[in-house]
């Protein structure tokens, strides 16, 4: 069993930076593939981000992509989310999840076995 808290989240400017945390609890967590979602309101749950377990391979969705980056310390169970040049769309509640096998489709959110609550992010223009 995994329980997963995220943090960091909160109300920034257009063009801003915040850095997402995901911390666990488990003793395996070092060896879980981890992803970040969000959703806004209205709207379906997408992908944003994911890393492996050892953090050798990660993957971003398009819209994010030399903007975030996603990383991990195994020895705090964490996982992170750097966040630069924030968009005004990108105003969503961020999930962290994490998956006990590699996902064969890892920005589908089915694939994860945890999730956590959510973090708010919102971003003014």
């Known amino acids: 069993q995994v329980q997963l808290v995220e943090s960091g989240g909160g109300l920034v400017q257009s063009g801003g930076s915040l850095r997402l945390s995901c911390a666990a609890s488990g003793r395996t967590f070092s060896s879980y593939f981890v992803g970040w979602f969000r959703q806004a309101p209205g709207k379906e749950r997408e992908f944003v981000a994911a890393?492996?377990?050892?953090?050798?391979?990660?993957y971003y969705a398009d819209s994010v992509k030399a903007r975030f980056t996603i990383s991990r310390d195994n020895f705090k169970n964490t996982v992170y989310l750097q966040m630069n040049r924030l968009k005004a769309e990108g105003t969503a509640v961020y999930y962290c999840?994490?998956?006990?096998?590699?996902?064969?489709?890892?920005?589908?959110?089915?694939?994860?076995?945890?999730w956590g609550q959510g973090t708010q992010v919102t971003v003014s223009s």
């Open positions: 999840a994490a998956a006990s096998k590699v996902p064969g489709r890892w920005r589908v959110p089915d694939e994860y076995d945890y």
């Open positions: 890393i492996t377990w050892s953090g050798s391979s990660t």
